[in-house]
Nanobody
Framework: QVQLVESGGGLVQAGGSLRLSCAAS????????MGWYRQAPGKQRELVAT???????NYADSVKGRFTISRDNAKNMVYLQMNSLKPEDTAVYYC????????????????WGQGTQVTVSS
């Protein structure tokens, strides 16, 4: 099996910073795209940022210039550095990864972490 475990969420004042981490483990052959999504109460889950295995990134307009996604392929980890946080960034943040496993050759599966709460106070 494959697991994604997020860490680094918490409570921060507006203007502050947090760094989220996500570790992938299990029967992993290769991790392709990784990303962060978020879901605020009463809203649909939305894309925050994605990063390809080669390091190409994509950001939601609402976080451009404030958030930075990065990854460490050797450690199977993805990070989200969040600066200049705003109350509207409050949400549960989910790690996502598209993974080729060791037991299903050539088939890419989409995995999600359990989520980590980020709360930004005004």
């Amino acid at each position: 099996q494959v697991q994604l475990v997020e860490s680094g969420g918490g409570l921060v004042q507006a203007g502050g910073s947090l760094r989220l981490s996500c570790a992938a483990s299990g029967i992993i052959f290769r991790i392709n795209d990784m990303g962060w999504y978020r879901q605020a109460p009463g809203k649909q889950r939305e894309l925050v940022a994605t990063i390809t295995r080669g390091g190409s990134t994509n950001y939601a307009d609402s976080v451009k210039g404030r958030f930075t996604i990065s990854r460490d392929n050797a450690k199977n980890m993805v990070y989200l550095q969040m600066n200049s946080l705003k109350p509207e960034d409050t949400a549960v943040y989910y790690c996502n990864a598209k993974i080729l496993t060791l037991v299903a050759a050539g088939i890419q599966y989409n995995f999600w972490g359990q989520g980590t709460q980020v709360t930004v106070s005004s």
